[in-house]
């Protein structure tokens, strides 16, 4: 169930990149060619190979901020 990267395309834009999406949403999209929608909000059919491009600046910064969320943050006084 992690997000894993996946190649935006096809839909205007320029940029290339590989965007986080939840796996089971890749799967079932692959069946259906259904539309998933990534961590950062953009919505695509995947479809190409995501090692090529670099990951979305976006979706990293909101993986990170939900799969670090209690380590080494947020312990003792809190202070940021
Ligand atoms: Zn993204």
């Known amino acids: 169930m992690e997000p894993t ?3 935006s395309h ?3 834009d320029h940029e290339r990149f590989a965007h986080y999406v939840q796996k089971d ?5 692959a ?3 259904t539309p998933v929608v990534a961590l950062c909000g953009k ?3 995947p479809g190409r190979d995501p090692k090529k491009y ?5 979706c990293k910064e909101i993986f990170e901020s939900m ?4 380590d080494d943050k ?3 006084g809190d202070k940021k």
């Open 5 to 7: 990267p996946q190649v």
């Open 10 to 12: 096809g839909d205007g």
């Open 74 to 76: 947020g312990k003792g």
């Open 67 to 70: 799969a670090g969320g209690g």
């Open 43 to 45: 919505v695509w059919v």
């Open 25 to 29: 949403k890749i799967m079932a999209s």
């Open 54 to 58: 670099p990951v979305c600046p976006m």
């Open 31 to 33: 069946l259906d060619g």
